[in-house]
């Protein structure tokens, strides 16, 4: 397991709340993360020292910046083995999604195509490609989930056509934390002429991501579920898609030039789809996020949540009052409820002892005839948590029932 | 009213809670219904999705009714709140709700008037539940501000 008590210390987080009358057990990675010191100081250098806008100035420290950026570009590039010209900043998987959506769902697809999806997605991956399906008469269909909530590439072939024109599916789903094996199914959405788009907001944090050995056609995530800041992420996109698709924002900075009869010449992928000023101090952030996740490795991190979720799974299994809904999930996600208690009234108690969960139907509202559930508690495991965090979990579900204590104490 | 013990206010979130007086699973069963105002109040933060349904005639309120799911807080609420504008005329329960959010919000309030709903003083304690402790009063009070969903 990783030395968690040195990791914490990189977290200023955990030090700002230590005086705090409870402690501070966050369990909701799925949701954010929080940020080590060089992610923090990262992004205060550029308010402190650099200052410039990026892609304008002709002097030292508008160099500079655009030196930086296109580093945090190239880093990101070489974290998830691409190219740099195929990684688009956006403001995170949302964007990134819907940039997608809009810049090749629209423009490609028409009427009789097909868009497959599974029941597990998260809202991002599903309400653009509505808007797909609205604007070009597109149908959407569902790729069925197994027993236990698991979409595997076998179920894509049982249900992909030569109609369908795009698979949209989430690496790691963030409500059940299945591992989805997206290297098979971009091989048979390849197979059927349609391009495969991987949602790697809940899979990118937490494990090793190599995009080329994927082979999928558009990756997005985000960088604040991978320690870096909030309002900046990045879509991964196949060069040859990239140049052919529309930007979906233009402005500023994604054309070489214009006149008064809209003619536009948009500058090459990935410029022609950052059009306005982006949030450059994240960049750098992002940038050293990165590099706190190849320091402890990817690897390592994967094995710790594993070990940690086999963990908490054998503990919180001997609570009677407990109903585990992905016992068999790969990530480190675990769904749960307290039996007889409202999601919400178990994780405000939660809340009284110090534990951050995220209770309701995370996003994934298409799930709740699955788990027969109207809603559920997400406990959520990254690098900076151990056995002490799951064991105070596992106190205060104990006594989950008298979920009311919160309220009055 | 008496002032209520921690305990006797959690007796009182429990009671409603577990068995509603005022919940209807399938509202068309209810004769008249046709007739109900009614609004669908769905919460962008939480799972809470209630509609309250209120017959009204002649600026009275004849009955009360909710059905959907929520959480303890909101359940209890709109129940007790059902319970208490039954019988009134629209300003006494406009009167009540606000009575009522004054609480929520630490202001200066009529404890008299708010009877069981006295049970929800602490929440200010749980500053996130304010709002499911809200919730159906904020629907009542829609209604009664002319809001009817279709």
């Not at chain 1, 402005?251 to 500058?267: K, P």
């Not at chain 1, 299994?317 to 068999?328: A, F, M, P």
């Not at chain 2, 006797?8 to 007739?35: A, G, L, Q, W």
């Not at chain 2, 008299?112 to 200010?124: M, Q, W, Y």
Request: proline share 2%.
């Amino acid at each position: 397991m990783l030395d968690v008590k040195n990791i914490k210390k990189d977290f200023p987080i955990f030090k700002n709340h230590e005086n705090d009358k409870k402690p501070l057990i966050y369990l909701d990675n799925a949701a954010t993360t929080f940020k080590p010191k060089s992610v923090i100081d990262a992004t205060s250098r550029y308010y402190l020292e650099d200052g410039a806008n990026a892609h304008r100035g002709d002097y030292d420290l508008a160099y500079h910046v655009d030196k930086e950026v296109e580093k945090c570009r190239a880093h990101l590039a070489s974290f998830l083995n691409c190219f740099s010209r195929e990684i688009v900043f956006t403001s995170g998987t949302s964007m990134s999604m819907n940039l997608v959506a809009y810049g090749y769902g629209i423009k490609f697809l028409k009427e009789g195509d097909e868009i497959l999806l599974t029941e597990a997605e998260h809202a991002s991956n599903v309400l653009p490609w509505f808007k797909v399906s609205e604007t070009t008469k597109a149908k959407i269909n569902y790729i069925p989930l197994d027993e236990e909530g698991r979409c595997t590439p076998e179920a894509l072939r049982k249900v992909i056509t030569k109609n369908t024109k795009v698979v949209s599916i989430a690496q790691v789903t963030n409500v059940l934390g299945f591992k989805i094996d997206i290297k098979e199914m971009a091989k048979i959405a390849h197979e059927y002429g349609a391009i495969l788009v991987c949602d790697a907001a809940q899979s990118a944090p937490h494990m090793k991501i190599d995009v080329k050995d994927l082979d999928c056609d558009f990756l997005c995530l985000s960088a604040h579920k991978m320690l870096g800041p909030t309002g900046i992420g990045a879509l991964y996109g196949k060069f040859d898609l990239l140049k052919k698709m529309d930007p979906f924002m233009m402005g500023g900075g994604d054309n070489a030039r214009f006149d008064m009869c809209g003619n536009v010449a948009y500058l090459e992928p990935p410029a022609k789809f950052e059009a306005g000023t982006m949030n450059i101090a994240a960049i750098y952030g992002f940038d050293e996020a990165l590099t706190y996740l190849e320091n402890i490795g990817l690897e390592n991190i994967e094995n710790h949540e594993k070990e940690l979720r086999n963990y908490a799974i054998n503990k919180l299994k001997e609570l009677d009052n407990v109903i585990i809904y992905n016992e068999k999930a790969d990530a480190g996600i675990i769904t749960l409820n307290v039996k007889g208690v409202f999601p919400q009234d178990e994780a405000s108690y939660l809340n009284s002892k110090g534990i951050c969960v995220r209770s309701g139907e995370h996003c994934a509202k298409l799930l709740k005839d699955r788990l027969k559930t109207v809603g559920t508690i997400r406990v959520s495991l990254y690098l900076y948590n151990d056995k002490s965090d799951v064991d105070a979990l596992y106190e205060a579900l104990k006594n989950g029932g008298n979920f009311l204590d919160a309220f009055f104490n | 009213m008496l002032s209520l013990t921690n305990e006797m206010k959690r007796e009182i979130i429990m009671e409603h809670y577990n068995s509603p007086n005022n919940k209807v699973e399938d509202i068309t069963k209810i004769s008249n219904f046709e007739n109900f105002r009614k609004i669908r109040m769905d919460s962008d933060s939480c799972i809470d999705d209630i509609t309250i349904y209120l017959d009204i005639e002649n600026d009275v309120i004849k009955n009360a009714y909710f059905s959907g799911v929520a959480c303890a807080i909101s359940t209890a609420s709109t129940d007790i709140l059902c319970d208490m504008v039954k019988n009134k005329s629209e300003k006494d329960a406009l009167y009540i709700i606000s009575q009522y959010e004054n609480m929520l919000y630490e202001k200066e309030y009529d404890s008299e008037v708010l009877e069981e709903l006295n049970a929800f003083s602490e929440t200010h304690k749980q500053a996130a539940r304010i709002k499911c402790a809200t919730l159906g009063a904020f629907g009542i009070s829609k209604i009664l501000n002319g809001e009817n969903d279709e």
